[in-house]
Every structure is written in structure tokens, then in C-alpha cells.
């Protein structure tokens, strides 16, 4: 039996929590993404994760599914304390690309694990964490901003690209945590995980 609801489509999110051991089922929710006039990075990405958390357990209570804790996540690159988040498009990937193009920029993410005080109650208890990391791009060019869009990789991809994939070769050096840059860091979300007597491999 699942141990915790995963609410998110991510396909590297769920491959991490495979990688821990973690026992969970995936909760389909939508949620739309919105940044708010003069919403710095950290206040988006930590409210649109609980708010995606919410929704969640607002469904699970709906769907009088079986009661689990859920995680949600978000991952948002950053630059300038401008908000870099899926493309639009390729012209709109292109140019994010270029503008990270030989810069240091960074990447946050927001781990949030939500749970029902019971069944029977709108009470909610949010345990969450955020991770910086910073990522430095080597120089690009058009040309190659446009191949790597061409792989179909960018698409879904904070910022335009995949660190985890054929966007490696445009990173350069990274400080702080890998798997906060592919989309969960590992290190925290053990830890909440843990305090939250949620099992994985080693625990």
C-alpha cells in the first residue's frame, strides 16, 4: 500500500522518489501557475507549492480518496529575480537560453508535504523546504539554442532546459545541490520525509 500521494506529473520526480524507495501513488491534480505584481522567487515558488498541496488534499477529501500525506513540489530558475518558467514556445525558449547564456543564475525549489488532520476536517498541517542551488551556462549562440529545442527536451523544462539530459553540455559549473536542479532535492526531501515518519530504503 502507498505510504504517500505524489501530485505531480514529473517524470523526474517520480523517478527520484523510485530511487529512495519511497511507496507512493500519483494524485492527478490541476493547478494553474500564477505570479502575482511584484512577487519575488521565493514567495512564488513557496506559495504555489502549497497551494498546489492544498488542492491536492482538497481533492483527496472530495474524492473521499484513501487519506495520505501528499508532496508537491515546484522548480523555478531564476535570474535578476526574474522568474524564468516553462517556455512558451521555441522563440521564448531561445531567448531565455541566451539570456542565461554565460551567466551564474539559480534554481529553487519548494518541497511541501501536506496532510489531513482526519477525514472528517478542512484542517491542514504543511511541512515544507526550500533549496537554492546556482548553475553558471557557458556561452551559447542562436544556433545551438535552437538544436537543443529541436531535441523536444525544453518543453516542459523550468528555464528551457534539462541538466539531467542534452542540456548538460551547456552547464558549466553548479554550486549547492544536483537533484534541486533536475527537480527534487534529495538531501531535504529525505529529511521531511523522515520527520514525517514516511519510509524510504534507509529509514
Known sequence: MASIYLASQSP???EILKSLGVNFKILTCNHKEEVFPNE???DFVERNTKE???NALALI???KEIILP???ADTVVSLDNQIFGKPRDKDHCI???LELSGRWHKVYSCIVIGELVNKNSEEVNLNYEIVESEVLF???NAEECQKYWDTGEPNDKAGGYAIQGYGAVFVERIIGSYSNIVGLPIFETCRILESKKISFWLK
Open 12 to 14: 523526474r520526480r517520480k
Open 95 to 97: 531567448s531565455m537560453l
Open 61 to 63: 477529501q472530495a474524492k
Open 138 to 140: 557557458r556561452q551559447l
Open 70 to 72: 501528499v508532496l508537491t
Open 40 to 42: 519575488n522567487v521565493l
Open 52 to 54: 498546489k498541496a492544498l
